[in-house]
């Protein structure tokens, strides 16, 4: 088993920039991809953007794309996502996710390990 939790959410401004951390523990040797999803009251969760730990390969959605990056720590098991110029329609829930295999899984919200979520809230 996997456990991941979130830390570095809170309430901003527009065009402020926020760091979220996710730390794995457990079987943090079975993992091969890591990343996040968000989710705002009475929508869909929606993928945010995703690593492989061992290349680094990087996914985005095209929301986020040139203004969120992810990265990761293997040493610590951690992964983050550094999140620049942000807007309004940010605010949501974010959730970190890990899948064993497959990245695309993962992308298409099928992760083997959810964390609990951190609150973003960006205010105009």
């Known amino acids: 088993q996997v456990q991941l939790v979130e830390s570095g959410g809170g309430l901003v401004m527009a065009g402020d920039s926020l760091r979220l951390s996710c730390a794995a523990s457990?079987?943090?040797?079975?993992?091969?991809?890591m990343g996040w999803f968000r989710q705002a009251p009475g929508q869909e969760r929606e993928f945010v953007t995703a690593?492989?730990?061992?290349?680094?390969?990087?996914y985005y959605a095209d929301s986020v794309k040139g203004r969120f990056t992810i990265s990761r720590d293997n040493a610590k098991n951690t992964v983050y996502l550094q999140m620049n110029s942000l807007k309004p329609e940010d605010t949501a829930v974010y959730y970190c996710?890990?899948?064993?295999?497959?990245?695309?899984?993962?992308?298409?919200?099928?992760?083997?390990?959810w964390g609990q979520g951190t609150q973003v809230t960006v205010s105009s």
């Open positions: 996710a890990a899948h064993g295999n497959s990245e695309w899984r993962l992308r298409v919200g099928e992760p083997d390990y």
């Open positions: 457990g079987r943090t040797f079975s993992i091969y991809t």
């Open positions: 690593i492989t730990w061992s290349v680094g390969s990087t």
